[in-house]
Each structure stands twice: as structure tokens, then as C-alpha cells.
């Protein structure tokens, strides 16, 4: 028998075909829309491995969103003394459109998620702020862990495949540069972002576009599949004051 986190990936690679084909622009008429999941719902079930690693590896492949790290096996034995973290494959990362306040461990996978990650921070920071971020401020990266929430779950962390951020510092406006129209003097000076601090807004024109920032950032992060696929903010309890950030094998959003 198939060990329990596996038991059931027939009938997810079928709920996950008709997902997708729901998803997308639908024929007219019920016999149309089965004819068009049956296929895909076949081919899902075909992808079921001797581990979910292959199957979800191959699923994301099949679907046009395949990734280095979609293979390896997420689930173990609870209580079980993790073997599968291997930092010596891992590399040290400063940043290289925003720099990071400290250098993060991360997989060589994940290098090109934070690049445009970074990107995104920049464009919504010039665009509130007339300036990007200097420096993104972080809680750390590669941990050899399981989640914290499924203990029979590897956590990203462990692959060195997720990112938990906690701040933005912007620097001070240069002599010669204007702020845009409506930004608060204050804000020419140097300031930090705070997901702790700004995510819910006070009654104040500085605070409220501290939050406009982090609210546009994470909805530009949410439009943005080839970026992160999990994504958890202040909505969960565990994670007031970062947002964590992954490349996980399937999707979620708690922000």
C-alpha cells in the first residue's frame, strides 16, 4: 500500500486536471467541458509516481510551470530525523536589483525567483516612493526544518527554496531629486517599511502609504506566477511581521 501521503494522489491529479481545464476559457455545453477534462484527468493520473515528488515534478511540467525543485519528495515520516536537507549544493546570495540587509542561503533554483522579486520591489517603490528599496531586510532563508503547520511536511525553508521578509529600508532622496506629488516631505529622509508595524494602516498620510506599498507589492506578487507560489502575510498568526515567500510544488495564499 501506498504510504498515506500518497494514497490519495489519483484522486488530487484528477481534482487538479479539472481544476485547471476549469480555468480556462470553457466550451459551450457539459458533453464539450467532459470531453475536454477527461483527457487531462487521464494523463493526471498516468503522472502518479511511487512518490509525490515525481508526480507533482511532473504535473507542473505537464501544465507549462515546471521548476528545478518540483521533484523532491516534500513528505516524511513524523518524527523522523530529516535527511533530506543537503546545504553543501546551496549558495550564498546578496541580492542584484535590491541588495539584502545580510546574504541568504538559498538553492541555485531559487536565485532567479528573488531577482525578479526584487524587480517588483523596485517598481512599486518608485512608484509610491519615487525611489526602490536599498535594502530588504529578512528573517532568514534556508532552515532544515518541517513546516511548522504539517510535521510530515518538508518545509521550503529546508530546500533553502523560500525567503521570510520583515522590512524594507529605503534611503534619503539625493539633493536634486524631487518627491512625486502628494508623497509627505518626511519621506524624502531615509525610513523603513515594516510589515509588523505597517501592513494594517493608522490614521496618518505616512503610515497610510507605507501599507499602499506593501499592499501593492504583494498584489503585483500575486499577478505574477513566475515568481513565488506561496505566498503568507499578517493573515496567518505565525506570520505577523514577515511575509514568507516559496517556490513550493503547488500554490497558496495566505496574506
Known sequence: ?????????????????????????KPA??????????PLASAAVELVAADSGSFFGQWNTLRGDAYALDDVERFVTPGSKLSTCDPSGLLL????????????????????????????????GIRVYGR?????????????????????????????NAIDVAAFDFGQLAKNEVLPVGVPRPLRYAFQVSVAKHWVANKSPVLE????????????????PDIFRGLIGPAD????????????????VRL
Open 132 to 160: 526602490a528599496p536599498r535594502r530588504i531586510r529578512h528573517l532568514g532563508s534556508y532552515a532544515c526544518r518541517t513546516s511548522r503547520n504539517r510535521t510530515y511536511r518538508l518545509s521550503e525553508h529546508a530546500l533553502g
Open 237 to 252: 498568526p505565525k506570520h505577523t511581521d514577515h511575509f514568507h515567500f516559496d517556490v513550493s510544488p503547488w500554490r497558496y
Open 209 to 224: 502609504l507605507h501599507q499602499r506599498f506593501l499592499r501593492d507589492l504583494t498584489a503585483e506578487l500575486q499577478q505574477r
Open 29 to 38: 455545453g457539459l458533453p464539450s467541458i467532459v470531453a475536454a477534462v477527461k
Open 1 to 25: 500500500m501506498l504510504p498515506t501521503s500518497h494514497r490519495f494522489a489519483p484522486i488530487i491529479a484528477a481534482w487538479l486536471a479539472f481544476g485547471c481545464s476549469l480555468s480556462e476559457p
Open 93 to 124: 546570495y546578496r541580492g542584484e536589483h535590491v541588495r539584502y540587509h545580510g546574504a541568504v542561503t538559498i538553492n541555485p533554483a531559487f536565485k532567479e525567483r528573488l531577482e525578479r522579486f526584487e524587480q517588483v520591489a523596485a517598481e512599486v
